[in-house]
């Protein structure tokens, strides 16, 4: 039985395709949702991703951004799932993402997590990799992706 389902979001557009898919689900199942933002530690990301400008580890810049990342978060789920329970949660990435995913599923409890696929290919695919195809191979619960061809 489904009591709690973790929908992730990175707070792109794409990330939104699965949230009326996870209200359809929590509302028919009658459950709740944890709604999950992870924060890259900015001076890893400007590594990882190649900005064009050097970012230092400043706590203060960290707060700064987890807060502005709580007040986004909240605000989605205002807008998306106001007809469910739903709770929203920030976390500062301490590792890689899908692990970071994957620690809070197993912490909660999730029974079902739900996350877009952005479809990247080629070298961004290679370089970046795929989170939801991690999530997909290490979860212990079900996973449901949504394609963000469903969008259209």
């Known amino acids: 039985m489904i009591k709690n389902i973790l929908v992730t979001t990175d707070l792109s557009e794409e990330s939104k395709v699965a949230f009326p898919v996870a ?3 929590a509302t028919a199942m009658d459950c709740r949702v944890d709604l999950l933002a992870i924060i ?3 001076a890893q990301a400007a590594m990882l991703y190649a900005m064009d400008f050097p970012v230092a580890p400043v706590p203060d810049i960290q707060e700064q951004l987890k807060q502005q990342v709580e007040k986004e978060i909240a605000a989605l789920a205002s807008q998306y ?3 469910v329970t739903c709770h929203t949660h920030v976390r500062a990435a301490a590792g890689p993402i ?3 995913i994957l620690d809070f599923a197993n912490d909660r409890d999730v029974d079902l997590i739900i996350i877009a696929t952005h479809g990247r290919t080629g070298i961004s695919r290679l370089l970046i990799g795929s989170i939801t195809e991690r999530v997909l191979r290490h979860a212990v619960c079900p996973v449901l992706t ?3 061809s469903r969008k259209k």
Do not use: G, M, Q
Request: no cysteine.
């Open 98 to 100: 899908h692990t970071e």
């Open 23 to 25: 209200v359809e689900l």
């Open 81 to 83: 799932f106001e007809s």
């Open 146 to 148: 949504v394609p963000v």
């Open 40 to 42: 890259e530690d900015p």
